[in-house]
């Protein structure tokens, strides 16, 4: 790649990533000669992905105007298929939603999940309209391990027939369009950096804590996957040889410790010992239980030993990768102060305190539909960089 290629690909990532800029900015930005910025800007103006709508026409005052994403240059259309439903968007260039769409179906097979996406595709094609022509990708972010280079889902352990499926074939064949496909963990990782421009922290591990457990690591805008994609599976730390068997075949994993599951045995464990419960356990339900958490004895008891768990494998991350943030998605971020105060502790016994001097803990930023936009917004950008 020429220098010029390398400096129009970073500037490119720059506004992909922060939606707008001005030309002062880009030169600080890129410590490149200003001639050299800003013959690259005026051909990604050409090339119709910036447009700068202060630069001629009315005054700005001394402020240089801001140069921004191109938002008809092309549609993207974003599908976040997860356990219980799928969703989907369509945003313009810039991010902004144009349609978004729910749906969830009975699922036995790899047939139901295929007609709930194609059902719901079908809907924001109509909700679109017109503007469907400028739909130019699909992004779609899948719920369990996945071969990117040839679009095939491989498996989802909580969905049923989700296991080699050529999604990417299949949905080009069924909406002609090119289609990426990503980890949803990836997806979300890469929004919830996206959320909080712009100021946006240095690096985030991102935990997402549901049934199954999640991570993603994000640094200067770039994910780290590991070199064959297998990294940040903290969902398969074991942190307990002597605990239950997890879904992978190992014992004592993290999901195997928080997930339901484990959430339940700890319940039943706690309720045997003597601790007064009002959480009815035949019926019992994740959610039951973090609404319980609050209030109820027992139910405070077993989330407290949920966070210690939870911050005994986020040990492990914030020695090896000292993270600026570390954000907490899922359910169970619903225990909100008890998750950020418990884990905080744990850390604090294990881990160097020039690790956590500068650590922020936080909350999710997304919201249901976030994991849909960001697959697309994961779509434009392969397609404008030319992945
Ligand atoms: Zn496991």
């Known amino acids: 790649m020429s220098r010029k290629e390398e400096l129009r690909r970073r500037i490119l990532k720059y506004f992909l990533l922060r939606g707008k800029a001005t030309r002062p900015e880009l030169v600080e930005y890129t410590s490149s000669r200003a001639a050299t ?3 690259v800007i005026d051909e990604l103006k050409s ?10 026409g009315k005054r700005t005052g001394r402020k240089a105007p801001a140069l921004t994403l191109h ?3 092309g549609y993207w259309l974003g599908v976040d298929f997860r356990h219980g439903g799928t969703a989907g968007i369509i945003i313009d260039g810039c991010g902004e939603v144009i349609c978004r769409e729910e749906l969830s179906c009975a699922r036995r097979d790899l047939n139901d999940c295929r007609r709930e996406i194609g059902e719901l595709v079908r809907r924001l094609r109509k909700a679109a309209g017109k503007e469907w022509e400028l739909v130019s990708g699909i992004g779609f972010a899948d719920p369990g391990v996945v071969d990117p280079d040839n679009a095939v889902s491989r498996k989802a352990v909580n969905i049923p027939g989700w296991e080699n499926a050529a999604t990417g074939e299949w949905l080009e064949g069924e909406f002609h369009l090119p289609v990426g496909i990503w980890p949803e963990t990836m997806i979300k990782t890469r929004m919830e950096y996206m959320l909080r421009m712009p100021d946006v922290p240095e690096s985030i591990f991102l935990l997402t804590l549901d049934d199954g457990v999640g991570g993603g690591f994000i640094r200067n805008g770039e ?3 590991g070199s064959s994609g297998c990294g940040m599976e903290i969902g398969h730390l074991v942190i307990d040889p002597a605990g239950p068997v997890c879904k992978c075949g190992n014992r004592g994993c993290v999901e195997a410790l928080v997930g339901e599951n484990g959430i339940r045995s700890k319940m039943v464990q706690a309720i045997k010992s003597g601790m007064k419960s009002s959480l009815d356990m035949e019926n019992f339900s994740l959610n039951a239980f973090l609404e319980a958490a609050h209030s109820d004895k027992a139910a405070r008891i077993v989330a407290d030993q949920v966070c210690k768990n939870i911050g005994q494998a986020l040990s492990a991350v914030v020695m090896l990768l000292n993270p600026s943030m570390i954000v907490f998605g899922g359910a169970l971020s619903k225990l909100d102060s008890i ?3 418990g884990v905080r502790r744990v850390l604090e016994l294990n881990c160097f305190a020039g690790a956590l001097q500068e650590l922020k803990l936080e909350l999710a930023r997304s919201d249901e539909f976030d994991t849909a936009r960001g697959a697309a917004l994961r779509m434009r950008d392969k397609v404008w960089l030319g992945e």
């Open 223 to 225: 994910l780290f996957v």
């Open 71 to 73: 938002g008809t240059a």
């Open 339 to 341: 998750l950020i105060s």
């Open 47 to 56: 090339c119709g992905f910036l447009v700068e709508p202060g630069r001629r």
């Open 37 to 39: 910025v800003f013959d």
